[in-house]
């Protein structure tokens, strides 16, 4: 079946530093892509996504790319601020079988002033 | 705009016993859908409403059950709550089913349950 693997968090990281968080997938046929973002006490709220390969997401300074190569998506901001500690979820819906989000573990990333 | 609406945001039952989730959907989305999130599973899949019939359903036991209304409400049910059950439970809501636009999914803030 669909499978989203995240890295373990947390990853601490100060004020401007380069974020990378990753994220690898499997499965059938040709799934679209997301980044979901859940701020504390808060629902989830989409990103960013790609619905192809080579496809680049952005949003908020937030960015990744669909590479089908390597059933990957990782996560990328050039320079974090403390606003933006939350927990990232990578997500797929596959264009076969079940047609449901398949959620990663989530990446709890805080940021230090 | 009002967003998604999960009542109550806190629950505490025990083992044995039965709880209902509600969830109001923003307006003029169909579908809804239900996910659980734990610790240990992360976010994973219960089902999905659209115009009152389930379209879609994830692998949970038949203790999990759900219904929607005609005005897109959703409620969730758990009878024979076990500790496992133990989560936070997520809706969210879009306009259409979620096969067809799953960008398009807004959640709401959960309901903790939490069974003792």
């Known amino acids: 079946g669909d499978s989203v693997t995240q890295m373990e968090g947390p990853v601490t990281l100060s004020e401007e530093a380069f974020l990378t968080i990753n994220c690898t997938y499997t499965?059938?046929?040709?799934?679209?892509l997301f980044w979901y973002v859940q701020y504390p006490g808060e629902g989830l709220q989409l990103l960013l996504k790609?619905?192809?390969?080579?496809d680049k997401g952005s949003n908020k300074g937030f960015e990744a790319t669909y590479r089908k190569e390597t059933t990957s998506f990782h996560l990328e901001k050039g320079s974090v601020q403390v606003s933006d500690s939350a927990v990232y979820f990578c997500a797929l819906i596959s264009d076969t079988g079940r047609r449901a989000l398949t959620f990663g573990s989530g990446t709890r990333l805080q940021v230090q002033p | 705009k009002a967003g998604v609406t999960q009542t109550p945001r806190y629950l505490i039952k025990t083992r044995g016993q039965q709880v209902t989730l509600s969830c109001s959907p923003i307006s003029g989305h169909r579908s809804v859908s239900w996910y659980q999130q734990t610790p240990g599973q992360g976010l994973q899949f219960l089902f999905e409403y659209f115009s009152e019939t389930q379209r879609n359903k994830g692998n949970f036991p038949g203790r999990f059950s759900g219904r929607q209304f005609s005005n897109s409400r959703s409620e969730m049910n758990v009878s024979t709550l076990e500790l496992g059950d133990s989560a936070l439970y997520l809706c969210a809501s879009s306009p259409t089913q979620v096969e067809y636009g799953g960008e398009k999914l807004f959640f709401g803030s959960g309901t903790q349950l939490s069974v003792l």
């Open positions: 499965a059938t046929g040709y799934p679209s």
């Open positions: 790609a619905t192809k390969a080579d």
